[in-house]
């Protein structure tokens, strides 16, 4: 029985004074969550995790890593660099990042290795945009993205990843996979990870986001292959992220 894995992705939001009334909110209510619970910050706010959460159940990571170990890369943010501040885990190749910053597969495999040489759990993210999903390409897409990745790890790395199906149509859109749609990219992509590695699948923790919120998280949730959630807008409020690790445990 694979342990549920509830992760805010708070993007480009935040500021000291809010991120601590957040902070503290999830800490005062929390109780006892029976699933694993993070928050994956901006950079500048790694610091400020590691003095809040230290004494607490709760995780937390970057969003992005750069694939160099160090030096002149101007404004990228080193795995050793997140490790320094405690981080746990770390976001790779969200779709904001893919179709942003022009991230290819590979950029995100190589990054998916570098997280891992440093100790972090990497949460991989794959997904379809709408246009792909219409043209019957769900499975072929997030099969290359999830490929690339298992080219570039060892069967025993490879049981060390998170993975986070998030169909791009659905993020900060509102829109939700239904249950039964993000069960069946689920299931595909579990099959996918058997292919190589039968433990590897058993124990990697599939998350769903794309809009995960209080009213939806439940239903997700109880799917067989949905082992949590990244949680993007609900997890700015503390009232919300509590209801979905509640529906979690
Ligand atoms: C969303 O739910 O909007 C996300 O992108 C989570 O990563």
Request: charged share 20%; net charge neutral.
């Amino acid at each position: 029985m694979r342990r549920k894995l509830i992760a805010g992705n708070w993007k480009m939001n935040g500021s000291l004074s809010g991120n601590q009334a957040l902070l503290n909110g999830i800490k005062e209510e929390i109780g006892q969550a029976n699933c694993d619970v993070a928050v994956c910050v901006p950079a500048p706010y790694l610091a400020q995790c590691r003095d809040s959460l230290s004494a607490t159940l709760i995780g937390w990571g970057g969003q992005d890593l750069s694939v160099h170990e160090s030096g002149a890369y101007t404004g990228e943010v080193s795995a050793s660099m997140l490790r320094d501040f405690g981080a746990k885990y770390v976001i790779v190749g969200h779709s904001e990042r893919r179709s942003y910053h022009g991230e290819s597969d590979d950029a995100v495999a190589a990054k998916t290795a570098r997280a891992l040489r440093s100790g972090l759990v990497p949460i991989v993210c794959v997904g379809e945009l709408l246009s792909e999903r219409e043209a019957g390409q769900t499975a072929a897409v997030v099969g290359r993205q999830l490929d690339a990745v298992m080219a570039v790890l060892s069967a025993d790395d490879l049981a060390n990843i998170v993975i986070a199906y998030e169909p791009v149509w659905a993020i900060g859109t509102g829109k939700t996979a239904t249950p039964d749609m993000a069960q069946e990219v689920h299931a595909l992509l579990r099959k996918r990870l058997a292919a190589k590695s039968p433990a590897a699948a058993e124990k990697v923790q599939i998350l769903y986001g794309g809009s995960m919120k209080p009213d939806n998280a439940a239903d997700l949730l109880r799917m067989a292959d949905i082992d949590g959630g990244l949680i993007g807008g609900a997890a700015l409020k503390a009232s919300d992220f509590l209801a979905i690790i509640r529906a979690a445990s």
